[in-house]
């Protein structure tokens, strides 16, 4: 279960690519036309698993609970899905005592002279809800000196005091919401090179006492609320969720709702609130809600939060909005929206400036299976759906993404007998993309199927089918969806190097197969720093000279340590202008609207920063494309 992490191999080694003589097109199409995988959705009897039925068809949501203005918003039927157990540990592993000791041994390091170190004294502890457990950590270095250590995360309530004395202390009074087997891990560092780690995790088991209600009622707390920009005048829903260590379901309340204002439960999570107001004046808004003990009613936790109301004018750009450019240039120019934006206390602004910017999106998570299909038989569209009616009233065309991927699954899949995994495969393919057929007209059939070394990535679809798994889905794409263009997107292909070269390789074979690919997509998470534009030129080449397309799929730009926002504009200017310059490159996508979302947050990636202000980098791409000598 823990696996020993040297830097020198922080990457799986893969197996090498499986050389199967491959079935063609037609024979791939033949097996799904005769396995009934024909794209019709529902079950029949021969599935594995059941498809969408009546009860996974979302509902209209009331508009207390979004922003939307312009297209109607569903959410999932009836109450929350059953969450699956996500049980990480189990008693087997608490009795199998202390884990192995996790090091990271960085590139190079000589292990033999220099020993990693360790930690004196540790065991598994069992406590009851409600008790204090108190562990003394005593990190020892083999070679005479004092390590430094941190916990990788604290659990919920508990703390690692310093005793001042080379070692430290955990603290923690477990309650009801912790029963089970919980981890704590700290890491120890070498005091000659502290990339050299040793990393201890100790398991603690929490049981309910024979009479719970000798554990501490502990007052409810309010979820992190952070800062938000809205538009003054704009409609703001704030989703404030309570949080019971005792298990219970706070109730929460707003003491002084805004003028108009509504405040109700959700209808599907009991613990979320949802308050819905239109600020009429600019200035800093602080609102005060209180979480009330649903047992004990005098226990409270109060807290403001407080969200920044601009003027209208504050959000303007000069010159002409980046999707009219584009389309004199014919390209098509999008980003990834963030799941259900109508749900944030600024998803007015964000839908306004995207409609403003973008004629393409793409589902930024909510196609992914483990969102799709959580469950076998279970189904959730709500999110989806939404995205696909937000972009028929703002006019842009959806890109699909991803079909089969390796991370996001649900753990039904990834349990699932091999055997099984091509059918489920293909039910899947056939009950995502007959719903969407329609409304999506690209699709990332398969992302990331490289692993970093140019072999293919050891996913759960690649054990159970050998390389065969990419061709089978891109040809039952192509069944159920004729019309689409259908995509492998990656990641590292824009530069040499074993990934690029992989790709190429990949598609040739493909392609002497009669697979049915369209493009591909370059996903470009980059940082600033990233100068291999030749490269990334001569790759846009090689696949125009394949006869494929070009989609720039996810280019975002982290800003490096102390690089500067022009520098940020320069990288993005430069990919835009090399798109221009390629007649087979037909859309940029940034993976995000605002910095303020983006998964890469803290290097404030994006074209718009956290209070949607256009960025250098924005005027910058704005610039290219209005460049009609480019
Ligand atoms: C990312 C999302 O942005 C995150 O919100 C999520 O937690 C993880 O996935 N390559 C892809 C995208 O193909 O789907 C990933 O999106 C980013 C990397």
Redo the contacts with the bound molecule.
């Keep these: 279960m823990i696996i020993p992490l040297h830097m020198s191999q922080s990457f799986l080694i893969d197996n090498p690519r499986a050389r199967v003589a491959l079935p063609s097109l037609a024979a791939l199409f033949a097996l799904f036309v005769l396995s009934g995988c024909d794209g019709s959705s529902g079950s029949s009897d021969s599935s594995l698993t059941a498809g969408p039925g009546a009860d996974d068809q979302p509902i209209a949501e009331a508009p207390a609970f979004n922003t939307a203005s312009g297209f109607v918003v569903v959410r999932e039927p009836g109450p929350r899905l059953p969450v699956e157990a996500t049980v990480e540990y189990t008693d087997a592993d608490f009795d199998a005592g202390l884990p192995a000791i996790v090091l990271q041994v960085p590139d190079g390091f000589d292990t033999t002279t220099n020993l990693p170190p360790n930690f004196d004294n540790l065991q598994n502890v069992s406590v009851m809800a409600g008790e204090l457990v108190e562990v003394v950590y005593r990190p020892v270095d083999p070679e005479g000196e004092l390590p430094g250590m941190f916990p990788e995360e604290l659990l919920q309530g508990s703390s690692f005091d310093d005793n001042f004395d080379g070692t430290k202390t955990f603290r923690w009074r477990p309650l009801q919401m912790d029963v089970g087997i919980n981890a704590f891990t700290v890491t120890a560092l070498d005091p000659a090179n502290d990339s050299y780690r040793a990393s201890q995790t100790i398991f603690i088991k929490v049981e309910l006492p024979d009479d719970p209600s000798t554990i501490p009622n502990v007052a409810p707390m309010l979820d992190e609320f952070r800062p938000h920009t809205v538009r003054v005048n704009d409609p703001v829903v704030i989703e404030l969720k309570g949080i019971d260590l005792n298990g219970d379901t706070p109730i929460l309340e707003i003491p002084d709702l805004p003028v108009g204002g509504s405040f109700n439960q959700h209808p599907r999570f009991a613990e979320i609130y949802v308050l819905k107001f239109v600020p009429t004046t600019t200035g800093t808004l602080t609102i005060d809600v209180v979480a009330r003990d649903s047992i004990d009613s005098a226990l409270t936790a109060e807290e403001s939060i407080s969200i920044s109301v601009l003027a209208a004018s504050a959000f303007t750009t000069t010159g002409q909005p980046l999707r009219a450019l584009a389309e004199v240039r014919d390209l098509r120019i999008g980003f990834?929206a963030l799941?259900s934006f109508y749900h944030r206390p600024d998803g007015a602004i964000y839908a306004d400036i995207a409609e403003r910017e973008f004629n393409f999106v793409t589902p930024?998570?909510s196609m992914?299976m483990d969102q799709i299909n959580p469950e076998p038989g279970r189904f959730q569209f709500a999110a989806t759906d939404n995205l696909v009616s937000f972009a028929q009233s703002a006019d842009m065309t959806v890109h699909g993404?991803?079909i089969i991927?390796y991370?996001?699954l649900p753990n039904w899949i990834e349990q699932a007998p091999l055997t099984q995994v091509e059918q489920h495969m293909s039910e899947y393919i056939s009950r995502l993309m007959s719903r969407y057929k329609d409304d999506v007209t690209v699709w990332?059939v398969i992302?990331?199927p490289l692993a970093d070394n140019g072999s293919l990535r050891d996913s759960i679809w690649h054990k159970a089918m050998g390389e065969s798994y990419i061709d089978k889905a891109f040809a039952q794409a192509r069944a159920v969806a004729p019309d689409a263009q259908l995509l492998i997107?990656e990641?590292d292909i824009s530069m040499e190097g074993p990934k690029a070269t992989a790709l190429f390789a990949l598609i040739d074979r493909m392609q002497a197969n009669d697979i049915p690919l369209d493009g591909i997509g370059f996903?470009m998470?980059f940082f600033t720093s990233f100068d291999q534009f030749t490269e990334l030129e001569a790759n846009f080449a090689k696949v125009a000279e394949r006869d494929l397309d070009i989609y720039i799929?996810?280019l975002d730009v982290s800003l490096a340590q102390g690089a500067t926002l022009a520098q940020q504009a320069s990288v993005y200017e430069r990919v835009v202008s090399l798109c221009l310059a390629q007649p087979r490159c037909k859309a940029i996508q940034t993976?995000?609207l605002t910095d303020q979302y983006?998964?890469r947050s803290i290097f404030d990636p994006l074209l718009f920063n956290r209070s949607y202000q256009a960025k250098p980098a924005y005027t910058a791409v704005q610039g290219v494309l209005a460049d009609t000598t480019q």
């Design positions: 990834a799941q930024e998570n992914k993404h991803p991927w991370r996001q990332d992302n990331e997107n990641f996903q998470h799929t996810e993976w995000g983006s998964f």
